[in-house]
């Protein structure tokens, strides 16, 4: 699970934006935030700087499902993913943790303004 690597891996004083950032706070035990709504990655770029942001957490949705599959929800997969696909490839964000089998990714942010 990635808030477990974030409380292994991130330094004490990290933000760490995440959906549902109430339970990642458990879990990190890091200051959290949750994620903005944003209409592109620029915008996206300038919230993580504005809010200090360390690293973006990136988890399917809490839901229970009878066959046990994980899932994204609509924002994370269309909006929130590519917009991080962008910032990575500006070399604004380094993917620094993935799970396939829980469908989790720790983006860290490496590019301060």
Do not use: C
Request: glycine fraction near 2%; charged fraction near 25%; avoid cysteine.
């Amino acid at each position: 699970m990635g808030a477990i690597w974030l409380r292994e891996n991130a330094s004490n004083d990290a933000v760490i934006m995440a959906q549902q950032p109430q339970s990642i706070y458990l879990y990190s035990q890091r200051k959290t935030i949750d994620y903005p709504r944003v209409a592109n990655a620029t915008e996206l770029e300038r919230l993580i700087h504005e809010q200090g942001v360390d690293y973006i957490l990136v988890a399917p949705k809490l839901e229970w499902r009878a066959d046990g599959s994980l899932a994204y929800d609509e924002y994370t997969l269309d909006v929130l993913l590519p917009f991080l696909n962008t910032l990575t490839e500006k070399e604004l964000l380094r993917l620094v943790y993935e799970s396939e089998k829980d469908m989790t990714k720790v983006y860290q942010v490496i590019n301060s303004q």
